[in-house]
T-cell receptor, first 111, second 115 residues
Framework: LAKTTQPISMDSYEGQEVNITCSHN???????ITWYQQFPSQGPRFIIQ???TKVTNEVASLFIPADRKSSTLSLPRVSLSDTAVYYC????????????FGKGTRLSVIA | NAGVTQTPKFQVLKTGQSMTLQCAQD?????MYWYRQDPGMGLRLIYY???????DKGEVPNGYNVSRLNKREFSLRLESAAPSQTSVYFC??????????????FGPGTRLTVT
């Protein structure tokens, strides 16, 4: 499984755009990049997934450069409710390669 | 759809006691997982089951056993609880296939304290 590196924590004010970058230098050709969000006292939940270029959904955007060695999760105009831990995962995600979570990035949104 | 359900939600055990954490999913997913999360830490994989009838160790399997009872249910057993097993335990399931990647669904967690 590709190892990922992301910042331990980030702070942001409400209304700002937040970009969290994840480094995954040894990503394999068939690997996907997936981001999860975890609120306190809850299990993680899927936010977004991509393979290359840009993916956007109602929650976030995911930017993946051509070499795929990094990815950036972008949260537009964050609110206090976006305070959570964000995990970047890389892998094929077949049944024989379970998802392995790192420590994630703890995002604190300040009023 | 209830998604992934876990029982119990909370449990306090004395050192040396045993218990089984139950997990069930109603999404017809092939793969199921057990993670533990210690305060302020990320999730660590204990055991997983890629399909009914198979189980494999994850990062931290010592002190635990699992049973994939059928496609829906995946239980985690602590035979002799230790204070180091105080944690929040999350069960998850995922549809898997031969290509691509699929999102993983988590249960609400079981908060276990061993005294």
């Amino acid at each position: 499984l590709a190892k990922t590196t992301q910042p331990i924590s980030m702070d942001s004010y409400e209304g700002q755009e937040v970009n969290i970058t994840c480094s995954h230098n040894n990503i394999a050709t068939n690997d996907y990049i997936t981001w999860y969000q975890q609120f306190p006292s809850q299990g993680p939940r899927f936010i977004i997934q991509g393979y290359k270029t840009k993916v956007t959904n109602e929650v976030a955007s995911l930017f993946i450069p051509a070499d795929r060695k990094s990815s950036t999760l972008s949260l537009p105009r964050v609110s206090l409710s976006d305070t959570a831990v964000y995990y970047c995962l890389v892998g094929l995600h077949s049944g024989n390669t379970p998802l392995v979570f790192g420590k994630g990035t703890r995002l604190s949104v300040i009023a | 759809n209830a998604g992934v359900t876990q029982t119990p939600k909370f449990q306090v055990l004395k050192t040396g006691q045993s218990m089984t954490l139950q997990c069930a999913q109603d999404m017809n997913h092939n793969s199921m997982y057990w993670y533990r999360q210690d305060p302020g830490m990320g999730l660590r994989l204990i055991y997983y089951s890629a399909s009914e009838g198979t189980t494999d160790k994850g990062e931290v399997p010592n002190g635990y056993n699992v049973s994939r009872l059928n496609k829906r249910e995946f239980s985690l057993r602590l035979e002799s609880a230790a204070p180091s097993q105080t944690s929040v335990y999350f069960c998850a399931s995922r549809k898997t296939g031969t290509s691509g990647a699929y999102e993983q669904y988590f249960g609400p967690g079981t908060r276990l304290t061993v005294t």
